[in-house]
Each structure stands twice: as structure tokens, then as C-alpha cells.
């Protein structure tokens, strides 16, 4: 699964992209950040302000229930502000 | 119609891409425009622009083809821009032509309306002492969006 951060998210996680490979247990996007979230310190303070984190599955806004698989491209990222 | 999308560093020119919309055409009664500027709030120095490749051209020509839908347009173009821009450059470039004004008006306002609310860029803001910070996201962008949610009449 590839997971992508942007903005503060890629500045927290010190990242921009990842691969990572969840357990089965995760399938959806609130499980897979209940997951990523404990995988460093930067990954927990990340997504320390859930309520600020947004996410996109296949490159279409999803919510914390949405499914995710093995394969799929996960964003996280902030509120948008383009425009 | 072909709609224009573009992202990209480079600044716009709004005249000549308001031309392209009319010229050699008889059929455009009204040709709306917006364009988003960077104002230089509280010592701000540049606005930086980062997107997500590939889902922001799927966004946008998302959010265009819901305005084809609702209105009848001749033409449209939404140019936006990332990376460094400076006080007073354009940002984002929104036009809309139809045969009559309140549609070219309207979808021109949806347009953008969506744009800040449903295509993923964000912005954040350097200042001249050093200083940066992510921009937040305003509730009043989240209401100027939803007032297009409920179905035309």
C-alpha cells in the first residue's frame, strides 16, 4: 500500500511517501491511521489533531470508514486551502 | 466545449486566456472571470502552493464537468497555480462563457466556490522575518461551497 502525506503531514511524518504493508486487521482509512500513528514519533504526531487530518483512497476524498486494501494509494493531508 | 485545466509555476495571462474563450465566435453573450490574488496580510512575504499531482487534475476537471452539467456553457478555463507565488501575482484564474450572463456569472462562482473547497492544494504563507505557517481552512469557504449543494431549480 502506498501511503502519501502532504503539507504539515509530510513536515510531521518527515516523509512524503511511503510503502507500507498493514495487517489484514486494517480495512479501513481510521484503521490504517490508527496504525500508521504508532509507527514513530513523528508518524503519532502526525496524526495527533484527527480532526485536522483528511484523507484521499485512489485519489478520491474518503472518510474514516471508506475501505482500504493492499495496493491502494492512501493520502493524508490537511483541510484544503487552493483557491 | 473543451474545457482548459491547467496547473502550473508559471504566472497566467488573463487577457489572453479570456480572448481564447470569445475570439472568432459569435455565440458568447457573457464571459465571466475570477482571479484569486495574494494580498501581502501581516508582512507576508510569498505563498507557497503545494498540490497533489494527479488527483488535482482529476479534481478540477471534476468540479468543471459539475458546471458543464448545470450550466450551458461555451467555455471555460481554470488555471491554477503552485509553488512560490509573490504579493500581488495571480493565483487561481476561473472564466466561464455562456450565451447569457447569469449562467456565465453563476458557474463562475460555483467554480470557485468548489475549487477551495474540493481540490487539494494547500498554502502556506512565508514572511519576511522568517517566519511560516500553513494556512487553516475557513469555515466561510466550507458555507460558500455548500450553498450550491442543494438542487437547482
Known sequence: MRILYFAWLRQKTGIAEETVSPPETVRDVAGLIAWLAVQSPGHADAFAQARQVRAAVNQEFARPGDPVAPGDEVAFFPPVTGG | MEPRIRVQEEPFDAAAEMAALSEGRTDVGGLASFIGLCRADDGLAALVLEHYPGMTERAIGRIVAEAVER??????????????????EGIVLVLAASAHR????????????WLKTRAPFWKREEFADGDDRWVEARDTDDAAAARWDAPRP
Open chain 2, 102 to 113: 447569469a449562467a456565465a456569472l453563476e458557474s463562475c462562482g460555483f467554480l470557485i466556490d
Open chain 2, 71 to 88: 450550466w450551458p456553457l461555451t467555455g471555460c478555463t481554470v488555471i491554477h497555480r503552485v509553488g512560490r507565488i509573490r504579493p500581488g
